[in-house]
């Protein structure tokens, strides 16, 4: 134990870090995660309690979602959730040679579903507010493409794509829309404005979201919803010597540990409980943003979510002069920004060290 103690110091505690969309998972995600860590969903009639957790996780999500009939699975993230839903809308349409459209923002996951999935990925351009542009992926869609991507809190910037017109677009040309809400999914249904980007928007097939981003769960936890039981059924596999002879999820055996911990938070916080987290991470990012105003900088865009992405000429140099003071930002690609995503781990203190920080790593290039 002496040696895991001395690599597990080497770790960076959570304080710090403003680049992560990852967070200390709630207490009680923590108590329910250990206490089903021997369990597996892949083999649920010999976990039929956890089994049944996932099961109310997934009906717990799906009504978040808009949608309480939808179906899915708990997945180890967005990479898998975003790999299966484009394999699912792949064999719907029954060809290997299609496209997939998805915005010039969307998570690099897409990049490895190209690759996976045999798909050409087509990148639609975003307008000035970092929106995917609807006219951009109208020209890109054609007879091979086998589904659209809309990304509700896109990993650099936090924007929100105009899901409803996506959805509109999909319903017309009959082709599936996957909305990704890895970062979005815990975040938007807490905050105030009547925009479409769940299945409340007709047209969205499936989406991903990440209980062990915003969702405060345990490392790894992921889901994916389907509108429709029969896109949930194309990923099926026959496998005639589990206890369940059709498994839908990508990897084999799966931990039933974080069935309990989404369970568990879900219920604990409830709409009332993730409000408050949310309201909170977003007076910091109010803050960090009046913050850097202060010192001349503005944001790239008014933050939509809790992300915060500052203009500056050289970022990659402010990120590192950063890392003296043992702060830990990330930098975006275009445009050029200073990255920051105020998880529920900051508080207003460190907000406004970080905010010192940066005013003194700016003022050696002034
Ligand atoms: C929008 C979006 N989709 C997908 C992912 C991938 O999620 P994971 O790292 O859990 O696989 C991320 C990760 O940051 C993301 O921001």
Request: aromatic share 6%.
């Amino acid at each position: 134990m002496r040696g895991l103690s001395k690599m597990r110091a080497k770790d960076l505690n959570y304080d710090r870090i403003l680049s992560s969309m990852c967070t200390p998972p709630h207490p009680i995600a923590l108590k329910a995660h250990r206490k089903f860590q021997e369990t597996n969903l892949g083999d649920p009639g010999l976990f039929p309690g956890s089994a049944e957790l996932e099961r109310q996780a997934v009906g717990m999500m799906a009504e978040m979602l808009g949608h309480p009939q939808a179906c899915g699975y708990l997945s180890t993230g967005g990479t898998e959730s975003n790999i299966q839903a484009i394999r699912a809308a792949r064999n719907a349409h029954g060809f290997r040679d299609g496209n997939i459209v998805v915005p010039k923002s969307a998570h690099f996951s897409f990049d490895k579903i190209g690759d996976l999935l045999c798909l050409e990925i087509r990148k639609a351009d975003l307008d000035d507010d970092l929106k995917v542009d609807v006219g951009s992926v109208e020209d890109l869609i054609d007879e091979n493409t086998v589904s659209m991507v809309g990304i509700a809190g896109t990993t650099e910037f936090g924007q929100v794509d105009p899901v409803d017109r996506l959805g509109r677009l999909a319903l017309d040309s009959g082709i599936h829309l996957h909305v990704d809400a890895a970062f979005g999914g815990f975040v938007l249904p807490f905050l105030e404005g009547d925009w479409k980007w769940d299945f409340r928007a007709e047209g969205v097939t499936s989406i991903t979201i990440d209980p062990h981003k915003m969702g405060m769960a345990t490392i790894p936890g992921g889901g994916l919803l389907f509108r429709h039981p029969e896109d949930l059924d194309r990923l099926a596999a026959y496998a005639p010597y589990l206890t369940m002879a059709r498994p839908t999820a990508l990897t084999g055996t799966r931990s039933g540990a974080i069935a309990a911990a989404v369970w568990a938070v879900m219920n604990h916080l409830g709409r009332e409980g993730f409000t408050k987290v949310i309201d909170r991470c977003m007076a910091l990012s109010r803050r960090m943003v009046a913050g850097a105003r202060e010192i001349g900088i503005e944001p790239v865009i008014e933050p939509v979510m809790n992300v915060v992405t500052l203009q500056m000429d050289r970022p990659e140099e402010v990120r590192s002069d950063l890392l003296e003071c043992c702060w830990r930002v990330s930098t975006t690609r275009s445009p050029k920004a200073l990255r920051l995503i105020l998880m529920p781990h900051l508080t207003y203190e460190n907000v406004d060290l970080f905010l010192a920080d940066l005013e003194n790593v700016l003022n050696r290039y002034s």
